[in-house]
C-alpha cells in the first residue's frame, strides 16, 4: 500500500508565492523520481517539475523555470513544490506523482504509476 497525499493549494493573489508539499505514506521511501503535473479546467494534464532520488537531478517545465523550485526529502517521506511569482496561468489542480522505475521520461505522465489526489491552486488578477 503506497499513498501520496498533497497540501498546501489555496486561493492567492498574482505575485503572491505557495509553498505545496506531497507527503509520502509507508516504512520505506523507494522512489526514484518524483514530480508535479497539473491540469486546468479545459486543458490535459501537464509536466510541472520533477526530481530524481540521490543525484537530486531537476527539470522543470518552461512555464515556471525561474519561478518554481522542486525539492525532496527522503527521510521524511516528503516532497515540495515553491511557487515564486504566481500567474493567473497558473490556476490549477497540481497532482503529486512518484514512480520506482529508474526508466521512462521525466515528463511523461504514463511513466508514473503513484498519484495524489490533487490540491486546488486558484491564483487571481
Known amino acids: 500500500q503506497v499513498q501520496l497525499v498533497e497540501s498546501g493549494g489555496g486561493l492567492v493573489q498574482a505575485g503572491d508565492s505557495l509553498r505545496l508539499s506531497c507527503a509520502a505514506s509507508g516504512r ?3 522512489f526514484y523520481r518524483m514530480g508535479w503535473f497539473r491540469q ?10 520533477s526530481v530524481t532520488r540521490t543525484t537530486l537531478t531537476t527539470y522543470y517545465a ?3 523555470k525561474g519561478r518554481f523550485t522542486i525539492s ?3 527521510a521524511m517521506n516528503t516532497m ?3 511557487m515564486n511569482s504566481l500567474k493567473s496561468e497558473d490556476t ?3 497532482y503529486c506523482a512518484a514512480t520506482a522505475r529508474r526508466g521512462g521520461w521525466y515528463y511523461a505522465r504514463e511513466d508514473y504509476d503513484t498519484w495524489g489526489q490533487g490540491t486546488q491552486v486558484t491564483v487571481s488578477s
Not at 40 to 49: L, Q, T
Open 28 to 30: 520505506t521511501f523507494s
Open 62 to 64: 518552461d512555464s515556471v
Open 40 to 49: 486546468a479546467p479545459g486543458k490535459e494534464r501537464e509536466f510541472v517539475a
Open 72 to 74: 525532496r526529502d527522503d
Open 92 to 94: 490549477a489542480v497540481y
Open 80 to 82: 515540495s513544490l515553491h
